[in-house]
């Protein structure tokens, strides 16, 4: 471990040697023993061998050099060991050190009235394995790895629950991390999931709304945040029909509602907030932003202070698109808003189908069903750009064709 010449193994080294893992049913010694003696400074091998670590079991052998002038071989200080071979049970050998080949000679300085310098190499001239040799230890191979697959099996069992053939399952474990940024102290956070009325339910037992608790906030630089760490957990199921091309365009909305709570128990809203719930699988951080309705002069803000209270939304989801709305466009003309803070979730989305297992299914169709499982993406979006200019081409080419042949079109008229 140093440069030291003198340096001998410490005896953390030599007990640390062959450790492999460590024990997964360890158990702690009793009350008595366990307050008398923390640690053992001389433990046994049973010792080492029940309580610390497992020791695999190893054959070792020397190579070792008798280096002593004429008419004193045999004596312990002139012995030297030039190659330790240690064999364990599962066959595997070590070497140390390593074969030579194209490194240096090791070499090996004498202590005494005469100090003598001896280089040496250490060579592997064991003959090759035989094709049958290296075809029996594939097999063992293949099958060790055959009864580690049946073990994980075994280990998730068969009760795995599958949902029904053409469907799609979302799973969301979520978390309210903080809120920063608003006017007012104590705040807390009211949340709910909106689900497309198109082909998307949920089991009737699931809770789609949630409230956290109420949270002083705590000075972050120029920031006041207020940290909720409140978890929350839904699952929705997805009906994916062949006649609903587009049905996976629509994507359950988080909206939440942030309000404060002053010592005389009124609350304020401060403000308002919707983000899409990510379409891709995996851990998620979304920061919504925020804004609240608004009244114009100093009486609404001295109401707002003293009295509590402030304009509310009927209808949270107005925050986005209201789901009474029916008509092609929404106007919010005349309504003035503020912007406040902002709401931090950390999603952890999983998604299951049929779909992404079966191995027999054509890939056209697995790919159109992952294309419509990425419908906000960006790639969806070029794809529908360029198929729109497809078609613009293909039409103004049937309508060159449909031209009467004796006019006469510009040779210099490129299509682009």
């Known amino acids: ?86 064999v364990d049970s599962n066959g595997v050998i070590t070497v140390k050190p390593d074969f030579t080949g194209l490194k240096a000679p090791y070499r090996l300085e004498t202590e005494g009235e005469k100090q003598e310098l001896w280089k040496y190499t250490i060579d592997n001239v064991s003959s090759l394995a035989q094709p049958e040799e290296e075809e029996r230890e ?49 705040l807390y956070v009211h949340f709910f999931v909106e689900l497309p009325n198109t082909n998307w339910s949920s089991p009737a037992f699931q809770q789609l709304s949630g409230i956290t608790q109420t949270c002083a906030t705590k000075s972050l630089g120029m920031d006041q945040v207020a940290y909720f760490c409140y978890p929350f957990t839904f699952e929705a199921l997805f009906l994916h029909g062949e006649e609903s091309a587009d049905a996976l365009l629509e994507w359950p909305v988080l909206y939440c509602e942030v309000l404060s709570l002053d010592s005389w128990q009124r609350y304020r809203v401060e403000g308002y907030g919707a983000v899409v719930l990510p379409v ?79 191995l027999s299914s054509l890939r056209k169709r697995m790919q159109s069903f992952l294309n419509h499982l990425e419908g906000f993406s960006q790639q969806s979006c070029v794809d529908n750009v360029l198929e729109a200019f497809y078609r613009a081409r293909r039409r103004m080419q049937e309508a060159r064709e449909s031209l009467p042949q004796n006019l006469a079109i510009p040779s210099e008229t490129t299509e682009s």
């Open 1 to 86: 471990m140093t440069t030291a010449a003198s340096e001998v193994p410490s005896f953390l080294v030599e007990r640390m040697a062959n450790i492999r893992r460590r024990r997964q049913d360890k158990r702690g010694m009793e009350g008595s023993i366990l307050k008398s003696r923390i640690v053992t400074w001389a433990p046994s091998e049973e010792f080492v061998r029940n309580n610390h670590v497992i020791n695999t079991p190893l054959q070792t052998m020397y190579i070792m050099a008798d280096l002593g002038p004429c008419g004193k071989l045999g004596y312990k200080k002139y012995e030297h060991v030039l190659c330790t071979l240690k």
């Open 138 to 186: 594939q097999r063992v191979f293949k099958d060790l790895y055959g009864r580690h697959k049946e073990y994980l099996s075994s280990l998730v069992g068969t009760d795995f629950e599958m949902p029904v053939p053409g469907t799609l399952r979302l799973f969301v474990n979520g978390e309210v991390v903080s809120a920063q940024g608003y006017e007012y102290d104590n």
């Open 280 to 358: 891709t699988p995996g851990s998620h951080t979304l920061t919504v932003s925020t804004w609240r309705p608004m009244e114009l002069g100093t009486v609404a803000e001295l109401r707002r202070f003293f009295i509590g209270g402030s304009l509310e939304l009927e209808d949270l989801s107005y925050v986005r698109i209201p789901g009474t709305f029916k008509g092609e466009r929404l106007s919010r003309f005349g309504l003035r808003t503020e912007t406040t803070g902002s709401v931090t979730f950390r999603l952890h989305c999983l998604q299951q189908s049929r779909a992404f297992m079966e």
